[in-house]
């Protein structure tokens, strides 16, 4: 069996994916102003040997739930959030190896300004930062920007293409290699004739730039992306190096998976060229009983209209009218398609009604939960992702930072044990830790190509 990957699952927010739990008295969400905090999460998921954090974000509040933002605000249902970028380079300087995966959404960015805070960011990290490249979910955000409501699902996916090229053009093209000399005894930092203004007229998108930052160790970001959707796996298979699915089951993931793997064949790529994420949280403890009274005293502080708020957001359903014993019937809307599936018609074994799924989502979100001693944990986790075809998961907590400390002293060493989990970092960029690698993109990936062809500029 392969070993498995693990990211953090976090945000810059006090609640991420378990509504009520900030006021749980071991729960430190609350210090999400504050430096601190970050410091030391990021030093523990780094003595995990974490992958990485996965930076999760949202740019508008989640006000679908009574048709307004109270709920979100009342709750901090993802609200209020800042900015995750601004997190990175904090972290960066008290670890080694620890990559850094941040969602940016190009629906809102011009990609002249993105590729610059990317390439800063690879920089100042060393080569480990990545990109969850999203188009956004939320009206709110839309409205926010300046526009009535966000483009439909799959235009959004149309225009993020155009971005793509747009943005790999200054990252792999601008700059040749070699093109920087710092020659102090010349006094010529970088020879002009090996960087180039980038050219880019689209309907959605006209520039004319050079990159105004130098190659980086990674040039592009490793990339992630979340789609599910048939417009979102094809973007995947094109674009991306690792996936993050989240489904309540190996019956929904286990076939999202293997749709991905066979688009990245008919995108000309290998389908394991690709590391898929799961999300999913776990709850564990020495025993067995005291994994199930951890997480029962988790449960006594969960906010259901926080959950149902969330929930709202996802689906693009206002559950606020709903009852409880109301089932959850597949809505085609402009929300998250694959966070609609979930609930409805990705599991024909499952009816899921409201109240059943805002119980579920209240503990990490819409993943599944592996509850028990660290043995069974280690075991569940691993056959499940066997099982599924994944390559390792997105973690998510309950109790910050007490869920990852389990998994760090619990967890983590159980796998070691069964050989599934590395012991000590590999060397190089983040590119080069996941794929074991170079620290740059190569063909037949698309942004390669922008690079090994100077005769496109």
Not at 62 to 88: C, E, K, S
Not at 400 to 415: G, H, I, K, N
């Amino acid at each position: 069996m392969k070993q498995l990957r693990l990211n953090a699952f976090a945000m810059n927010t006090p609640v991420h994916q378990s509504p009520g739990l900030w006021r749980h008295p071991r729960d430190r969400s609350v210090e999400f102003n504050t430096i601190g905090l970050w410091l030391d999460l990021a030093k523990l998921w780094e003595r995990g040997l974490f992958d990485g954090v996965f930076l999760a974000d949202v740019l508008g509040p989640y006000d679908v739930y009574g048709g307004n933002a109270r709920a979100a605000i009342a709750h901090a249902a993802q609200l209020p959030t800042n900015d995750p970028l601004l997190l990175i380079p904090a972290m960066a300087a008290v670890t080694q190896n620890l990559g850094f995966g941040v969602t940016v959404s190009l629906s809102y960015e011009n990609p002249y300004q993105l590729a610059r805070r990317f390439s800063t960011l690879d920089h100042l990290t060393g080569g480990r930062v990545g990109w969850n490249i999203v188009t956004s979910y939320l009206d709110s955000a839309a409205r926010a920007m300046g526009a009535d409501r966000q483009r439909g699902h799959d235009d959004r996916y149309v225009v993020a293409e155009d971005f793509m090229t747009a943005i790999y053009k200054l990252w792999e093209q601008s700059w040749e290699d070699g093109a920087v000399l710092a020659d102090k005894a010349r006094g010529l930092y970088a020879d002009p004739d090996r960087v180039h203004v980038i050219r880019h007229d689209s309907p959605y998108l006209q520039m004319e730039a050079l990159h105004l930052a130098e190659p980086s160790p990674q040039r592009t970001p490793v990339l992630y992306q979340a789609g599910s959707s048939p417009a979102g796996l094809a973007f995947a298979a094109r674009h991306a190096e690792c996936v993050f699915v989240s489904g309540p089951s190996t019956a929904v993931i286990k076939p999202r998976v293997a749709r991905l793997r066979q688009a990245l064949v008919a995108a000309g790529r290998a389908p394991d060229s690709v590391k898929v994420f799961a999300l999913a949280t776990a709850i564990t403890a020495p025993t067995e009983a005291e994994a199930h009274d951890k997480l029962a005293d988790y449960r006594s502080y969960v906010d259901p209209v926080g959950a149902l708020t969330l929930m709202g957001g996802w689906l693009g359903v206002d559950f606020s009218g709903y009852a409880l014993d109301q089932k959850i019937r597949y809505i085609d809307n402009d929300a998250g398609r694959a966070a609609m599936e979930n609930f409805t018609r990705a599991d024909p074994g499952r009816d899921w009604t409201v109240g059943q799924a805002a119980e579920h989502v209240a503990i990490g979100g819409a993943g599944p939960v592996f509850v028990g001693s660290a043995s069974q944990v280690a075991e569940s986790m691993a056959a499940w992702a066997a099982e599924t075809d994944i390559d390792g998961f997105n973690l998510a907590y309950a109790v910050l930072p007490e869920s990852f400390t389990d998994a760090v002293d619990l967890l983590v060493p159980e796998w070691q044990a069964r050989g599934l989990y590395k012991t000590e970092y590999a060397q190089g960029t983040l590119r080069g830790k996941l794929f074991g690698q170079g620290a740059r993109l190569a063909a037949p990936h698309p942004a390669a190509g922008f690079r090994m062809s100077q005769s496109a500029i």
